[in-house]
């Protein structure tokens, strides 16, 4: 084999090495996750675009949504639980945004050289504190894919990649947050708007309906 064939298929195989490791970009589509609460374990879906995404978790007979924009400027809660002919959504004032924002954690990272396969990701390990609880916790975060931060991960932005097991604070408590997986999957028709029939109550009542203050 002269040297200059040598070179070609050498360069062909770094190319093909090169694609195959490539970093899988997502604009929209749909994030599965597992959350482990202290009211138990559930599946939360996320669809997303650049610019806006909705959750959807099923908890008992009640359907949650929440609809929330890249910024977190706009969050509405979706409360559907067919058994009771419920309908409910409440939609956030800026000044409870805002308060939100204020009790937000600030995490601060520390990558390791630790790594695994998590669901088929490759992760690396990340130390984060917690500088106003003074907590810690270990996330794992890859590089394999690229997507649109969301109510889940939107503490991680500065992690070194995206996160896939991960501890993610949610109205003062700790969830514990595995991706299962990301598709290309489109939201449903609808997915980021309020359905009609739903009634538009405050947060403050939605709390008062699940016993919350």
Known sequence: MNTKLKIALGLAFTALAFTANAQKSYTSGTATYTLKTGMGDTESKIYFTADSNVSVTQQGPALIKILTNAKATYIAILVDVPVASIKKAAILSPDEI?????????????????????????????????????SSYVAWVTKDISVP????????????????????IQQGQAVDVTLKSVTDEKAPVGSFGIPAGFDKISLDDLKAMSGGK
Do not use: H, W
Request: charged letters at 20%.
């Open 98 to 134: 805002e308060q939100g924002l204020a009790a937000a954690p600030k995490f601060t990272f520390t990558p390791s050289a630790e790594t695994k396969v998590i669901n088929g990701f490759n992760c690396k390990k990340v130390d984060v504190k917690d500088s106003k609880s003074g």
């Open 149 to 168: 931060t969301n109510m889940l991960t939107r503490y991680f932005a500065e992690a070194g990649g995206v996160p896939v097991q991960f501890t993610t």
